[in-house]
C-alpha cells in the first residue's frame, strides 16, 4: 500500500496508465475522493504464452511485434500524447495525495481484502485483468466496466484501432457496461462515439478515447452511487472479440489504408 488509503464509496480497479489516470482526475472532480487498486502489470511472456494456447505461434509471434514496435514509439509519440492531453484537459497523472493500494493483481486476495475494507458503494474497472467469477462473486458493490471500444462489435483489445482498421469509423468509441464472466459480454450502460485526429495511432487511440470517454465514465459512476444503473437494452449486432494485430497485419493497414 501507499500513500493514504481512506474508506471511500467510488473504487476504481486498474493497472494504470495516463489514460487510466485521466479517467480517475475526472471522477475525483465530479463525485470525490477516488480510491484506486493498482495491479502490477501482467508479464507479457505470461501474456503470449496464453496467445500462444488460444490463437497459434505464428499469430502471438507476430502480435508480441506490434507490441514492441508500439512500446518502442513511446518516446517519438510523447509530444503528440502531450498535445492531446493539452487540447482535452486531461490529468494523466496521479494527483498529489490520491489513495492507491497496490496488490500483485486485481483477484489477488490483497484486493479483495482492499475492497471489503474501504466498502465501496461502485467498483469501476478501466484497464485491468478480467475478475475471476470467484472475485466478481465475492464483490459488495456492483461493478462496471470502462473498456476503449464499442462492444459487443469490439471487445477485448484495441477496440478503437480495429473499428478503423476495419472501414467502421463511426464506431470509434468506448462502453461502460455491467460486468459478468465473459470479455467485455456485460450489459452495456453507456457508450460515446468520436473520431481520432491526425497523427493519431496505435499507441495514442486509448488517450484520445479517454477524452471522449471520460464523461460516461462519470454518469455511470453516478448513477452507481444513486442506486440507478439502467442497462440498455441487448445489441443484436455482431459480437467478436479482438487481439493486438499481428506485425503483418498492422503494417499493412499502416501502409494501404492510413491506420496505424
Known amino acids: 500500500m501507499s500513500q493514504r488509503a481512506v474508506p471511500a464509496p467510488v473504487v476504481v480497479v486498474t493497472e494504470g496508465g495516463p489514460h487510466i489516470w485521466a479517467i480517475v482526475n475526472a471522477l475525483n472532480d465530479a463525485v470525490g475522493p477516488v480510491t484506486v487498486i493498482q495491479e502490477e502489470p501482467e508479464p507479457k511472456s505470461v501474456l503470449i504464452k496464453r496467445r500462444m494456447r488460444l490463437q497459434g505461434v505464428v499469430s502471438a509471434t507476430g502480435q508480441l511485434a506490434t507490441m514492441v514496435l508500439t512500446r518502442l514509439g513511446k518516446k517519438a509519440q510523447a509530444s503528440r500524447a502531450g498535445a492531446i492531453a493539452a487540447q482535452n484537459a486531461l490529468e494523466t497523472v496521479p ?4 489513495a492507491i493500494v497496490h496488490v ?3 483477484n489477488a486476495k490483497e484486493a479483495l481484502e482492499a475492497v471489503s475494507r474501504l ?4 467498483v469501476l474497472l478501466a484497464g485491468c485483468r478480467m475478475l475471476s467469477r470467484g472475485t466478481l462473486a465475492a464483490m459488495p458493490c456492483p461493478v462496471v466496466n470502462y473498456h476503449a471500444g ?10 478503437g484501432y480495429w473499428a478503423l482498421a476495419t472501414g467502421d469509423a463511426g ?3 468506448g462502453t461502460v457496461h455491467l460486468v459478468d464472466a465473459g470479455v467485455d459480454t456485460g450489459a452495456v450502460l453507456y457508450q460515446q462515439r468520436g473520431k481520432p485526429e491526425r497523427g493519431d495511432n496505435l499507441g ?3 488517450l484520445r478515447l479517454a477524452s471522449i470517454c471520460r464523461g460516461i465514465c ?4 453516478r448513477d452507481g452511487l444513486a442506486g440507478e444503473l439502467k442497462p440498455q437494452p441487448a445489441s443484436i449486432l455482431p459480437s467478436r472479440q479482438w ?6 497485419t498492422y503494417l499493412w493497414n499502416g501502409l494501404f489504408k492510413g491506420v496505424w
Do not use: D, E, S
Open 95 to 98: 494527483r498529489p495525495g490520491q
Open 204 to 206: 495514442l487511440y486509448a
Open 171 to 173: 464506431n470509434f468509441g
Open 104 to 106: 500483485p493483481n486485481a
Open 218 to 221: 462519470v454518469q455511470a459512476v
Open 119 to 122: 466498502a465501496p458503494k461502485i
Open 243 to 248: 487481439y493486438h494485430p499481428p506485425i503483418w
Open 150 to 159: 464499442i462492444t459487443p462489435q469490439y471487445r477485448g483489445m484495441n477496440g
